[in-house]
């Protein structure tokens, strides 16, 4: 893949960058491209380092470019929202036909989320997608499934991010649903027949180590349960402090278990970096174990995913394929009812390794089975129930019902789920509580836009006279998957009113 830059080339000179922080945002030096080789760059610093009058931040300067990173697109009038929104896809349009730095090339065009976030993003991509769906923009619907798989097809997944330090996770697998998106617009079955050898491709990544597992044990992504069933869970290859929140995760470390960076990093692989549903009491960050949890999302996509397999495998003629992927499917969704449904609250739940029980967080991720209609008529039911009770409000659906200060967690409102919960109702004919959902967030939406010109990445639904906080990095805008899923939504309610 070329020569990009790994962050582990300039290790001395970054951890005293990051150590410094003359930069207010850690992602800052993450994203800067080099002006020299490496090498000369590090035998400069050693040369120079120890020198009188030595300015660290002068000398980066002098030998890293720093490309514009902030995103703004406010104009002197503020246009009506859905104007605003066309004009951000061009706006947010990027691309990288070669790696600079440690941004990685791919081969088309894409779309980056806004605010700091200046690369490719794998989950987000789809919510974005939802939207160039109703914007007509078909040709960047493709785009993005064809970077996706240039990505499967030579690094073996979709990472993170489309930068260097991405490369030791993924994110949830969506790119089987991305492949429903563009044949729901098209109508082209061509679509899944061209992509089968990616399909398998990612799924090989999420199932590696399948084969070596004995009970009651875990390898990378997959573990075997006590009673000998497979599941999946998050994972990160990698052991040490993430190079964008670098100095956060040596600070948070101190007091902590031996695996916590790896714990850490798991949960970005889950798009929830961070929430209380990772804590093992509930409350702070050096008690995480990701690792610890199988989870409800993630195995909901990999019955989609393979679901997707099985059909492109007939698609195919491949009776043998067709006939495994299916068993593995029709598996997978007992599983899903088995170690991950609570009769008791009604709810889905996560599902705890090492306890070999279920986990306590009460979360909207509860949504996939209903969202992927695996649940029942009477499972949806109660989970709509205990949607509607616990986690809508007036700005709309929460992420969790326990409020830590996290950003994944109670009073914040994040796009992703708006969908999944609209399109959750919609599935099982709760009409009334999808549109509730939908108007909630979409009111939300519109009094920030309205009151600061900005479409954000989260919001809160509690109180919606303030803009959401927690986290690790200051609100962001832009922001292209509360755009996409907007402007989703926008038009179904406008189609519904006809």
């Not at 300067?61 to 009038?77: H, M, R, Y």
């Not at 003629?317 to 009812?337: F, G, L, P, V, W």
């Not at 967080?361 to 039911?381: D, K, R």
């Not at 919609?426 to 939300?444: H, L, P, S, V």
Request: hydrophobic share 35%; proline share 3%; net charge negative.
């Amino acid at each position: 893949m070329g020569n990009p830059l790994h962050i582990n080339q300039i290790q001395a000179l970054f951890d005293d960058v990051q150590r410094s922080q003359i930069f207010e945002d850690q992602k800052i030096m993450t994203d800067a491209v080099p002006l020299f080789s490496a090498d000369d760059i590090n035998a400069k610093y050693e040369n120079e380092k120890n020198t009188e009058n030595f300015d660290l931040k002068k000398f980066v300067l002098a030998n890293f470019d720093f490309l514009e990173t902030k995103i703004s697109v406010t104009g002197e009038t503020q246009l009506p929202i859905d104007e605003h929104i066309e004009k951000l896809w061009d706006e947010l349009t990027r691309t990288a036909y070669e790696e600079r730095g440690t941004l990685l090339k791919l081969p088309k065009p894409y779309i980056v989320p806004g605010g700091r976030f200046n690369e490719f993003f794998y989950w987000d991509s789809y919510f974005i997608m939802l939207g160039l769906q109703v914007s007509g923009r078909v040709e960047m619907m493709e785009n993005i499934i064809e970077d996706c798989s240039y990505l499967i097809q030579t690094v073996g997944f979709v990472p993170n991010a489309s930068r260097t330090h991405f490369l030791s996770r993924s994110q949830p697998p969506y790119f089987s649903l991305m492949l429903d998106l563009l044949f729901e617009t098209t109508k082209d079955e061509n679509i899944y027949i061209k992509y089968h050898d990616t399909l398998e491709k990612e799924y090989a990544f999420w199932m590696d180590g399948e084969e070596n597992l004995d009970k009651n044990s875990t390898s990378k992504r997959v573990l075997k349960t006590i009673h000998g069933d497979v599941l999946n869970r998050y994972f990160d290859s990698e052991n040490t402090p993430r190079t964008e929140s670098y100095l956060v995760d040596i600070e948070d470390s101190e007091n902590a278990g031996k695996q916590f960076y790896r714990n850490i990093r798991s949960a970005c692989e889950s798009g929830w970096d961070f929430s209380s549903r990772w804590f093992e009491d509930g409350e702070t960050i050096q008690t995480i174990e990701t690792l610890n949890i199988a989870q409800v999302d993630l195995n909901c996509l990999l019955w989609h995913l393979e679901s997707t397999l099985a059909k492109t495998s007939a698609s195919k003629n491949d009776t043998h394929k067709e006939k495994e992927y299916s068993e593995r499917a029709a598996k997978r969704r007992q599983m899903i009812n088995t170690y991950f449904w609570n009769e008791d609250s009604g709810m889905y739940s996560d599902y705890h390794i090492q306890k070999n029980t279920k986990t306590p967080s009460e979360h909207i991720a509860v949504l996939y089975p209903l969202f992927l209609g695996l649940a029942s008529e009477a499972q949806a039911l109660a989970v709509a129930e205990n949607i509607e009770k616990k986690f809508l409000y007036a700005g709309g659906l929460v992420t969790t019902t326990k409020n830590s200060g996290q950003q994944w967690d109670f009073p914040n409102a994040w796009a992703p789920y708006q969908w999944l919960g609209f399109q959750s109702m919609k599935n099982y004919g709760f009409d009334d509580a999808a549109e509730k959902i939908k108007n909630n967030w979409c009111r939300n939406v519109e009094r920030v836009y309205s009151n600061t010109g900005k479409l954000m990445e989260k919001y809160n639904a509690l109180d919606t006279e303030t803009i959401a906080g927690g986290g690790e990095y200051p609100n962001q805008d832009g922001f292209v998957w509360t755009n996409g899923v907007y402007h989703k939504q926008l038009i179904k309610l406008q189609i519904n009113k006809h």
